[in-house]
């Protein structure tokens, strides 16, 4: 990479927020080595400081390394304060003299051209008045694919892409007003723009909803989405189940929430679900879901 393309990058910070995980995590910081370096990258620990022992046994993944903690409880996945986390990230990050923001789920590993295409769609995005966020595409890898044992472009080769999200050519950029399609796995702004959204709503605490809120706040806000061909991300496989009975106290108290703040509910399909399994049920006038008291426990 030149000098001239190593400065363009020395603003843009790469934000990832993790409890557990500790392999996923070293994985990113290889693609993150291995690729076009950002300037800084934030790591936000929640509730588990040997995330610290896994970052200081790798390459540096950018130029400067910076570590913050949170208090969490619980297993990994439950009850985080996963909002809190990414806007402590985000403020540590322009805090530092960052003004790209790239956030990258823990189980994500970059694509070489992610964290450039990034900051190129960024420097772009940049003179629009109203809010931009921008997002790659993220291809889902296989159970027993080993990262560490292939290159880059055999993961693109076994990703399998989402469905429901586009998938535009490298170098190209496609605007959307589709934000329900906004996902936290992979995506960037510039920090002027992230203040004026004003970050994650911090009611949310644990799984479900909050990526959703993020972008009812950028719509708000008179933004856009935008998709950015060449910003791939690699979903690392790990068990998850459908509906996520494990997360359902949480999924109600979140599904409440932005209900309550925006005047319908998210997630429609994973409540109907516990409907159905007998787990949770509307209230008489559908304005609040409840878990059901004679559920037996979630398994």
């Known amino acids: 990479m030149t000098a001239a393309a190593t400065a363009a990058l020395d603003g843009v910070a790469v934000v990832t ?6 392999e996923h995590l070293r994985h990113q910081l290889r693609g993150l080595a291995a690729g076009q370096r950002p300037g800084h990258f934030v790591l936000v620990a929640m509730g588990d400081p040997g995330l610290v ?7 540096p993944p950018a130029g400067r390394v910076l570590v913050r903690e949170l208090a969490a409880t619980g297993s990994p996945g439950a009850d985080l304060p996963l909002s809190e986390a990414r806007n402590l990230g985000a403020e540590t990050a322009i805090c530092a003299g960052a003004d790209v923001l790239v956030f990258l789920d823990v189980d994500c590993i970059p694509s070489p051209s992610l964290v450039a295409r990034y900051a190129e769609a960024a420097r772009e995005a940049a003179a629009v008045p109203t809010p931009v966020v921008l997002c790659g595409e993220v291809g889902y890898l296989p159970p027993g694919a080993d990262p560490a044992a292939l ?5 693109r080769a076994l990703a399998r892409a ?6 535009p050519a490298h170098g190209t950029v496609l605007d959307s007003d589709r934000f329900d399609l906004f996902w936290s796995l992979s995506f960037a702004m510039t920090a002027r723009h992230w203040r004026a959204v004003g970050g994650f709503c911090e009611e949310y605490v644990g799984y479900g909803g909050e990526d959703t809120d993020f972008g009812q706040r950028v719509a708000a806000a008179g933004g856009t989405l935008r998709w950015v061909g060449g910003a791939e991300a690699y979903h690392q496989y790990h068990p998850s189940s459908s509906p996520p009975v494990e997360h359902l106290a949480a999924i109600l ?3 409440n929430i932005f209900r309550r703040r925006w005047g319908w509910f998210p997630m429609g399909g994973w409540l109907q679900e516990f409907e159905r399994l007998g787990l949770a049920e509307p209230d008489a006038d559908g304005r609040r879901w409840s878990a059901r008291r004679e559920a037996a426990s979630p398994r």
């Open 151 to 155: 290159p880059s472009g055999d993961l």
């Open 162 to 167: 989402h469905p429901a999200r586009p998938t």
């Open 17 to 22: 927020i993790a409890h557990g995980r500790h």
């Open 253 to 255: 108290r979140n599904a």
């Open 53 to 59: 022992t896994v970052l200081h046994g790798e390459r």
